[in-house]
């Protein structure tokens, strides 16, 4: 029994370190194919989108997700108002940013920040969508399927920035490469956890 929770300790962590590699390998890329396409003031309007999502980050999910991995037991009721809660601090915070996405941009003083905040913020429908199976799968265990959601995403998501940048979308390139990872990665989430979101909705299970 120790012999086989030692080996998928051991599968567990090749697979994550194998994501790690992976992302540093494509953000080495990113960076020096895309340096050489776009221009380093468009590179600088991302910067400063990015430290906004980052903020935005935070409050994603309220530690809705991590609630999962942590409670001794699971029922529906409870995956369904995590899901609930996850999805909808996801969805205002897209809101919030679709609203005010000019207001935050011009605080930079950067030409196109906030066109670039616009079309960042969706990331939150698709995270807020995506967290909770992906806390599943990490509940049970499930890091190559983690893993094989991210590295797919991640080459991906490069491939069309680079795609985007050689046809002069600037920033633009970045931002929907960075979009696509997330989306990608959420619906790869739900498809490999073969899970389903429910309606059912329980306020004493929603302060656990």
Not at 26 to 54: D, H, K, W
Not at 97 to 115: C, D, K, R, W, Y
Not at 167 to 183: E, P, Q, R, T
Request: proline share 1%; glycine share 8%.
């Amino acid at each position: 029994m120790v012999g086989i929770k030692d080996n998928k300790l051991v599968k567990n962590i090749f697979w994550t370190a194998s994501v790690q590699g992976i992302r540093v390998i494509v953000q080495i890329l990113t960076i020096g194919v895309l340096s050489r396409i776009i221009p380093a003031e468009e590179y600088g309007a991302m910067a400063a989108c990015f430290v906004v999502i980052n903020l935005a980050y935070v409050f994603r999910d309220g530690g809705v997700a991590n609630s999962l991995i942590r409670v001794d037991s699971l029922d529906k009721i409870f995956i369904d108002t995590a899901f609930f809660i996850s999805f909808s601090l996801g969805f205002v915070i897209f809101l919030i940013l679709q609203i005010f996405h000019e207001s935050i941009g011009a605080l930079f003083g950067i030409m196109g920040v906030g066109e670039l905040i616009k079309i960042v913020s969706w990331v939150f429908v698709f995270s807020g969508f995506g967290a909770i199976p992906q806390a599943l799968l990490e509940r049970s265990g499930n890091f190559k399927k983690i893993a094989q959601a991210e590295i797919f995403s991640s080459v991906f998501a490069f491939i069309l920035a680079l795609i985007l940048a050689i046809n002069n979308f600037g920033a633009k390139a970045l931002a929907a490469s960075f979009f696509a990872n997330v989306a990608i990665t959420s619906v790869l989430y739900v498809i490999l956890a073969k899970w389903r979101p429910g309606i059912s909705w329980s306020a004493t299970r929603s302060r656990e």
